[in-house]
């Protein structure tokens, strides 16, 4: 039984490649090449500007305060908190894990 099986998905996979292969259309796809780019391809490309507009509806997840553009760092800057967050491909990335700490506040210093 072990060997009908066997010899039957042999042949019935070799008719379907066979098949397969003939058909023009395949072919003619086949035939069709498209560019493949890869990341050595990619150039250091300018990072897209960060729209200010959006600082009109955007504001600290956590906080829920106004942020400041800093365009040196590429950072939605909070104040109050002293956390940035990243601007990447002109997107601002507003998950406070992912935010920076810019300065500590004075109650978290150790009193001597």
Do not use: H
Not at 8 to 18: A, D, G, P, S
Not at 42 to 64: H, I, M
């Amino acid at each position: 039984m072990f060997k009908n099986v066997l010899s039957r998905l042999l042949t019935e996979t070799f008719f379907v490649e066979r098949n397969v292969r003939n058909t023009p259309l395949l072919r003619r796809v086949a035939a069709v090449s498209a560019p493949v780019r890869s990341f050595t391809d990619v150039k250091d490309e300018a990072q897209p500007p960060f729209d200010t507009a959006l600082l009109e509806v955007l504001v600290c997840p956590l906080s829920k305060k106004p942020l400041r553009y800093e365009p040196k760092t590429n950072e939605l800057i909070n104040e109050e908190l002293g956390i940035a967050y990243p601007v990447i491909d002109g997107i601002p990335n507003m998950i406070p894990q992912e935010a920076r700490l810019i300065r500590k506040d004075a109650s978290d210093t150790p009193a001597q």
